[in-house]
């Protein structure tokens, strides 16, 4: 069945055998047709990179996302694909991405980085300028989650006034992560600090909650700004055109 609604999701991790995502084929091929159904016609895979967790490095991300090929082929999904990675911004991740080693979104204009729930990352502004000298725009995952952000805006709008693009979890304000998460999403989103929303689905019951978050999310902005977050805001993100 052909996608009604074109959104585009540029965080979810439909890639098998390199996370908690996805385990197998018919996992991810299961997991693409829900949100296909859902109104995604584009999904980017983004394994998750972070030392001492998902120990993988570009060489496995891609051969992993290329054995899948001939998978979708036969599966005739009617969903444009992509790759790229989700990158925790730790020392080991950050000298990859400076190296060449990581995986930007395809097009090569930006990419995705991760940040633990307790603490920002040392040296932030500075990586984040870095990466951007570098020709990549930073889009930070699920900010709502990272605890500093919790007492205000200041933080997260620096962030933002230097470039960075925001992406949230759709589910986030329906309380998937729960209720402090929810009011932190609520008010970036309110406050027009999101670029994008993406599903970050790891699994096919994750899909019930991105629905349910993009209709939570039009009725807190309007069709207008649900339809930039779903589906103009990240195809500025992959086409290298993000306008503040």
Same mark, same amino acid.
């Given at each position: 069945?052909?996608?009604?609604?074109?959104?585009?999701?540029?965080?979810?991790?439909?890639?098998?055998?390199?996370?908690?995502?996805?385990?197998? =084929?018919?996992?991810?091929?299961?997991?693409?047709?829900?949100?296909?159904?859902?109104?995604?016609?584009?999904?980017?895979?983004?394994?998750?990179?972070?030392? #001492?967790?998902?120990?993988?490095?570009?060489?496995?991300?891609?051969?992993? %996302?290329?054995?899948?090929?001939?998978?979708? =082929?036969?599966?005739?999904?009617?969903?444009?694909? &992509?790759?790229?990675?989700?990158?925790?911004?730790?020392?080991?991740? %950050?000298?990859?991405?400076?190296? #060449?080693? #990581? @995986?930007?979104?395809?097009?090569?204009?930006?990419?995705?980085?991760?940040?633990?729930?307790?603490?920002?990352?040392?040296?932030?502004?500075?990586?984040?300028?870095?990466?951007?000298?570098?020709?990549?725009?930073?889009?930070?995952?699920?900010?709502?989650?990272?605890?500093?952000?919790?007492?205000?805006?200041?933080?997260?709008?620096?962030?933002?006034?230097?470039?960075?693009?925001?992406?949230?979890?759709?589910?986030?304000? @329906? &309380?998937?992560?729960?209720?402090?998460?929810?009011?932190?999403?609520?008010?970036?989103?309110?406050?027009?600090? %999101?670029?994008?929303?993406?599903?970050?689905?790891?699994?096919?019951?994750? =899909?019930?909650? +991105?629905?349910?978050? =993009?209709?939570?999310?039009?009725?807190?902005? &309007?069709?207008?700004?649900?339809?930039?977050?779903?589906?103009?805001?990240?195809?500025? +993100?992959?086409?290298?055109? +993000?306008?503040?």
């Amino acid at each position: 069945m052909p996608c009604a609604f074109g959104y585009v999701d540029l965080h979810c991790h439909w890639v098998p055998w390199v996370d908690d995502g996805a385990a197998n =084929v018919a996992d991810s091929l299961a997991l693409l047709r829900v949100l296909r159904d859902a109104g995604f016609r584009k999904v980017i895979g983004t394994p998750h990179m972070r030392t #001492g967790m998902f120990d993988t490095d570009r060489r496995a991300i891609v051969a992993a %996302y290329d054995s899948m090929k001939p998978h979708l =082929v036969t599966a005739e999904l009617d969903i444009e694909v &992509g790759l790229s990675c989700e990158h925790f911004l730790d020392d080991v991740v %950050y000298q990859r991405i400076m190296a #060449g080693e #990581g @995986v930007p979104y395809p097009g090569g204009h930006a990419v995705l980085v991760e940040f633990g729930k307790e603490f920002l990352p040392a040296m932030l502004a500075d990586r984040l300028f870095d990466i951007r000298r570098k020709g990549l725009r930073p889009v930070i995952a699920h900010p709502e989650r990272c605890h500093a952000f919790w007492d205000g805006l200041d933080v997260v709008e620096g962030l933002v006034d230097r470039g960075v693009v925001l992406l949230m979890d759709a589910a986030a304000v @329906v &309380g998937r992560y729960g209720r402090s998460t929810q009011k932190a999403a609520v008010q970036m989103l309110e406050a027009g600090l %999101y670029y994008a929303v993406c599903s970050d689905a790891h699994r096919v019951s994750d =899909v019930a909650g +991105v629905a349910a978050g =993009v209709d939570r999310i039009r009725k807190l902005v &309007g069709d207008q700004e649900a339809e930039f977050l779903l589906r103009e805001g990240p195809e500025r +993100v992959l086409h290298g055109r +993000v306008e503040y």
